[in-house]
């Protein structure tokens, strides 16, 4: 294996809770996968699940060397949780990659940062 690439998203949370509160449903809908959707649910930091999972998809579109678009779309990727905490990506796309991740956050700024390895 050998490493394909490497990226990191940094963002304020406000941003997503803007656009959380002003396009609602719509805004989970065009983001988020049903398997995000589910996972979140009423889940109490909701705003922070999806700032996290938002900046998962970006990372990892850099990471993959395109960027959000046609190659890699935001309903191309679910990122979940493990029962020990440990963040993971779930691809709805063959990408022959092995994903990375890992987020760090203070205040009001989260960061994710994936590596993708070569199968």
Same mark, same amino acid.
């Given at each position: 294996?050998?490493?394909?690439?490497?990226?990191?998203?940094?963002?304020?949370?406000?941003?997503?809770?803007?656009?959380?509160v002003k396009f609602g449903q719509?805004?989970?809908?065009?983001?988020?996968? =049903?398997?995000? @959707?589910?996972?979140?649910?009423? &889940?109490?930091? $909701?705003?922070?699940?999806?700032?996290? %999972? +938002? *900046?998962?998809k970006e990372a990892f579109s850099?990471?993959?060397?395109?960027?959000?678009?046609?190659?890699?779309?935001?309903?191309?990727?679910?990122?979940?949780?493990? =029962?020990?905490? @440990?963040?993971?990506?779930?691809? &709805?796309?063959? $990408?022959?990659?092995?994903?990375?991740? %890992? +987020? *760090?956050?203070?205040?009001?700024?989260?960061?994710?940062?994936?590596?993708?390895e070569q199968l």
């Amino acid at each position: 294996m050998g490493i394909w690439g490497v990226g990191s998203d940094l963002l304020r949370r406000e941003r997503i809770e803007r656009a959380y509160v002003k396009f609602g449903q719509r805004f989970l809908c065009k983001i988020f996968t =049903p398997l995000e @959707q589910e996972a979140y649910g009423q &889940h109490p930091k $909701i705003v922070d699940k999806l700032a996290k %999972s +938002f *900046a998962a998809k970006e990372a990892f579109s850099k990471a993959y060397g395109t960027g959000i678009g046609e190659a890699i779309g935001f309903q191309d990727l679910s990122v979940l949780r493990k =029962p020990s905490g @440990q963040p993971y990506f779930v691809m &709805h796309k063959d $990408i022959p990659l092995t994903a990375h991740l %890992s +987020f *760090a956050d203070e205040g009001e700024m989260i960061m994710a940062f994936v590596v993708l390895e070569q199968l």
